[in-house]
């Protein structure tokens, strides 16, 4: 047979009847065997969870109440996706499909079991909302998160606009949600990346499994979890760097063994980019694409304190590695975070300098205090720990596997290598308690995920052939063990992170009596350090109730000190005790089993002591208070912006304001114009006496204030 | 003026700004219709993003559609965040804003407007070339 010219070749192909479009792809079995088991699978992970009875949770947490159906539904599918990824072509549609039923059943699973949306923090973060909603101003003297307002003021402005609807069910849905639009930012990350589709997708899966720190909560950081990941995308789709020389195909070159002398050569040999060059753009495409890069980094900046240090310490690392073209981004974005720490957030640094940098430097007691600091709690508790070491190690492991397997295709993955190691830097910079692990683990993943997933499908190009079955069982064990034990680790501390209707209830009456304002007492195993109630807290008023953490009495007989605390704080005060509270109590801090029982039953039986609400989920206590008693007023924080002193104020916005003003022109100069050096080199003068200034008043202001 | 031909896309386009501005009008009025909650999500999230998109002709489509949206969440929080800031909270008037930044960036996209921006652009180009010399 003859090789018939192209074209000819392209009259035959008749035109193609909708059954034939790529989302019923030839053949259609596949499509319709993994369609037919994930849908089998996700109706048996979801139809039994209408039974599960969240209040008989243990130390394990939701799967100690999980049903065996549910979990077995939820392995098929995982099985389906393992399979689809070792098919000889891509299902996008059919991939797609199960990738969401899987972020919908891990994400989502505790919207079917409990009545009302998990986490305590989730409720503060509306009552923030509900602040501003109310008031329609922030209040940085009443709270430090107040300093970064862009969040709860834009969710007030669409509640306000759309006719001021109960945030409840945006609480419920909003985790799965927010990891579901993290897929779209990935998805155009990894477009720039050398790999076969086997390897993005697992990637996808592997990011979504590997995501149980449980930050997606309803709150500023799961928003900027986003904007970090939309920020990487814009940098790395049309601002990375052309790389030098690159061969025009990936090598053939067969794998070169493990010996040193080959690492070694190959490390100095020509390396293959792991990314593909950056795509084509107009000067005015890149102008505009520059401007909602920094746009999304202003966004960030204005709504979390962490994420812009991350985005700043990727694009630092981007250009040291020569990954991104715009080498000055990193000074001007460092300049907007100075400049809005320094003026607009100086409600929250003037009097804590010391709680903020006093950490910095001090490497190993952030990892010791991150790691260790909250290994107590019962054996049965501290498995969920253990579990999640073990993943994030894991991880870990895999993403280095992947490395050396790329590596020993001569591939060159500098960026995912970058990615990975800068957010390790806050371990030794920020100062954020315990939760820093966590953080870091968090901004680690989208690049570990990438790089384990090479470990199993290193190729750099969608491979026509080759046995893609050998990797079906490693992959679906991995996927399998990965997304159970995502249950153990997401969901390990259920048992006080979820929110009984009657703890609402219960907060709902003090919200009905908090007119004149409210102290309420709450039981912290450690007031000093531990000062976060596990109850949906300050969703409402939040001006008006003052929360204060009292020591929980190890043993639930000796009131005393409790009693009098509460006495001496006065008419108007109260004692709340919960069902999670007390869950956390025995689990996280040892206190004795049925220690909240005995509390309740010692509490009601003490003299002068009233109860006045009681569920099984929630009491409130208050104390009878004689006639005449003075009612001490609780005191609200500032209201309204914190004002610094005015001199410095005045020059030091002038100066900012300039030198943003050189260092934006110079960069949208770079993007434009190809870096004309009679443009570029007299604003980079000029942007140094006015840095050396803005350091200057940065300084000043930093003495002067706190 | 020649009349642009109405393909699907643009006649798509059309629904939802009458949509969008049919939920801004709801809101503004202050009306407790159950579409008002909807209609002014579209009209926030579509309109910036659909105008923004206009602007970034040229990419491919999932990165056009990308970049529009990052767009339009920097256009919605930076609104709300300056409103905050500058003391001026008033969710009407944020509304309005959008409203009027999104207009804007159609306005640049119209033909006349284009057609102009074009016939300057080989003097702008020649100008840069001379200074890179």
Same mark, same amino acid.
């Given at each position: 047979m003859t090789a018939a010219p192209s074209d000819t070749l392209r009259e035959r192909v008749p035109v /193609?009847?909708?059954?034939?479009?790529?989302?019923?792809?030839?053949? !259609?079995?596949? &499509?319709?065997?993994?369609? +037919?088991?994930?849908?089998?699978?996700?109706? @048996?992970?979801?139809?039994?969870?209408?039974?599960?009875?969240?209040? /008989?949770?243990?130390?394990?947490? *939701?799967?100690?109440?999980?049903?065996?159906?549910? *979990?077995?539904?939820? +392995?098929?599918? @995982?099985v389906a996706f393992s399979v689809g990824l070792c098919l000889p072509r891509a299902y996008p549609a059919v991939l797609g499909g199960t990738l969401a039923g899987i972020v919908i059943c891990l994400n989502a699973v505790t919207v079917f079991t409990e009545p009302e949306p998990r986490f305590p923090t989730s409720y503060q973060i509306a009552g923030f909302v509900e602040y501003i909603s109310r008031t329609g101003h922030s209040a940085p003297g009443l709270d430090a998160y107040f300093s970064w307002p862009g969040f709860f003021g &834009?969710?007030?402005? *669409? =509640?306000?606009?759309?006719? $001021?609807?109960?945030?409840?069910?945006?609480?419920?849905? !909003?985790?799965?949600?927010?990891d579901m639009a993290c897929l779209v930012p990935l998805y155009l990350i990894m477009r720039n990346l050398r790999a076969s589709?086997?390897?993005?997708?697992?990637?996808?899966? *592997?990011?979504?499994?590997?995501?149980?720190?449980? =930050?997606?909560?309803?709150?500023?950081?799961?928003? $900027?979890?986003?904007?970090?990941?939309?920020?990487?995308?814009?940098?790395? &789709?049309?601002?990375?760097? /052309?790389?030098? #020389? #690159?061969? @025009?195909?990936? /090598?053939?070159?067969?794998?070169?063994?493990?010996?040193?002398?080959s690492w070694w050569r190959s490390s100095f040999s020509m390396l293959v980019p792991g990314e593909i060059e950056p795509r084509p753009s107009s000067p005015a495409q890149r102008a505009m694409l520059l401007a909602i890069l920094l746009g999304i980094f202003v966004t960030s900046t204005t709504s979390h304190q962490l994420t812009p240090f991350n985005m700043i310490a990727a694009c630092l690392g981007l250009v040291?590695?020569?990954?991104? +073209?715009?080498?000055?981004?990193?000074?001007?974005? #460092?300049?907007?975070?100075?400049?809005?720490?320094?003026?607009?957030? #100086?409600?929250?640094?003037?009097?804590?300098?010391?709680a903020l940098f006093g950490d910095l430097g001090n490497l190993s007691g952030n990892l010791n205090s991150s790691v260790t600091g909250r290994i107590t709690g019962t054996a049965q508790h501290r498995h969920v720990l253990d579990v999640r070491t073990a993943y994030a190690v894991i991880f870990l492991l895999l993403a280095a596997g992947g490395l050396v397997r790329r590596r020993r295709r001569v591939t060159d993955d500098r960026v995912l290598i970058t990615l990975m190691c800068m957010p390790f830097l806050a371990f030794a910079t920020q100062s954020y308690g315990g939760e820093i692990a966590l953080r870091v683990y968090l901004f680690v993943l989208p690049a570990a995920a990438v790089l384990a997933a090479y470990l199993f499908f290193p190729a750099t190009r969608d491979e026509g052939g080759g046995r893609p079955w050998r990797y079906f069982l490693p992959v679906a064990a991995c996927a399998v063990t990965l997304v159970i034990a995502f249950f153990v680790a997401r969901y390990g501390n259920e048992a006080f992170e979820q929110t009984p209707p009657g703890e609402l209830a219960a907060f709902n009456y003090l919200y009905a009596h908090d007119q004149a304002g409210v102290r309420l007492l709450w039981l912290s195993p450690d007031p000093a350090v531990d000062d976060t109630p596990e109850m949906p807290w300050e969703y409402r008023d939040i001006e008006k109730i003052d929360f204060i953490p009292e020591l929980a009495p190890r043993h639930p007989g000796s009131l005393a000190d409790l009693v009098a605390t509460l006495r001496a704080a006065g008419p108007g005060s109260y004692l709340i005790s919960t069902t999670t509270q007390e869950d956390y109590l025995s689990q996280e801090a040892s206190y004795p089993v049925g220690w909240g029982g005995e509390f309740r039953a010692r509490m009601a039986a003490t003299r002068g002591v009233r109860t006045v609400f009681a569920n099984p989920d929630a009491v409130i206590y208050t104390l009878d208070w004689p006639p005449g008693t003075p009612v001490r007023r609780p005191i609200p924080g500032a209201a309204g912006p914190a004002s610094p002193p005015a001199p410095w104020t005045a020059a030091g916005l002038a100066v900012l304001g300039l030198l943003l003003l050189v260092l934006t022109a110079r960069e949208f100069i770079r993007v434009c114009l190809g870096a004309p050096r009679l443009l570029i080199r007299p604003l980079t003068l000029a942007s140094l006496p006015l840095l050396v200034a803005f350091i200057g008043v940065v300084i000043m202001r930093f003495v002067v204030i706190s | 003026m020649r009349c642009m031909p109405m393909t699907p896309q643009r006649w798509l386009a059309c629904a939802v700004i009458a949509a969008g501005l049919i939920g801004v009008g709801l809101a503004l009025a202050g009306s407790s219709s159950p579409l008002r909650a909807p209609l002014v999500m579209l009209a926030l999230a579509a309109g910036p993003a659909m105008a923004v998109a206009g602007l970034l002709r040229g990419l491919d489509t999932p990165a056009r559609i990308f970049a529009a949206c990052a767009a339009m969440i920097v256009i919605n929080v930076l609104v709300a965040e300056i409103m905050l800031a500058a003391g001026a909270w008033s969710p009407d008037g944020g509304l309005v804003a959008v409203v009027v930044? +999104?207009?804007?960036?159609?306005?640049? =996209?119209l033909p006349p407007v284009r057609s102009m921006a074009s016939r300057h652009a080989p003097k702008w180009r020649a100008a840069v070339r001379l200074e890179r010399r």
């Open positions: /193609r009847a909708w059954w034939h479009l790529p989302l019923w792809p030839d053949p !259609w079995w596949p &499509t319709v065997a993994i369609g +037919t088991v994930v849908l089998g699978g996700l109706a @048996a992970f979801l139809a039994p969870l209408g039974g599960v009875d969240v209040s /008989r949770l243990n130390g394990l947490g *939701l799967i100690s109440v999980l049903p065996v159906m549910s *979990l077995l539904g939820i +392995t098929a599918v @995982a &834009t969710v007030a402005f *669409l =509640q306000r606009v759309t006719g $001021n609807h109960d945030l409840i069910p945006v609480l419920r849905w !909003w985790p799965v949600t927010i589709w086997r390897a993005k997708w697992l990637a996808a899966f *592997l990011f979504e499994v590997g995501n149980w720190v449980g =930050q997606d909560y309803f709150s500023p950081q799961s928003f $900027n979890y986003l904007l970090y990941l939309v920020f990487l995308a814009i940098l790395l &789709t049309w601002f990375g760097l /052309r790389p030098l #020389a #690159a061969p @025009a195909a990936p /090598r053939a070159e067969p794998e070169t063994g493990y010996g040193i002398v040291a590695v020569r990954r991104c +073209t715009i080498t000055g981004l990193p000074v001007l974005l #460092a300049v907007i975070v100075t400049g809005w720490v320094s003026f607009a957030a #100086a409600g929250f640094w003037s009097g804590h300098l010391s | 930044i +999104t207009a804007l960036l159609g306005v640049v =996209q």
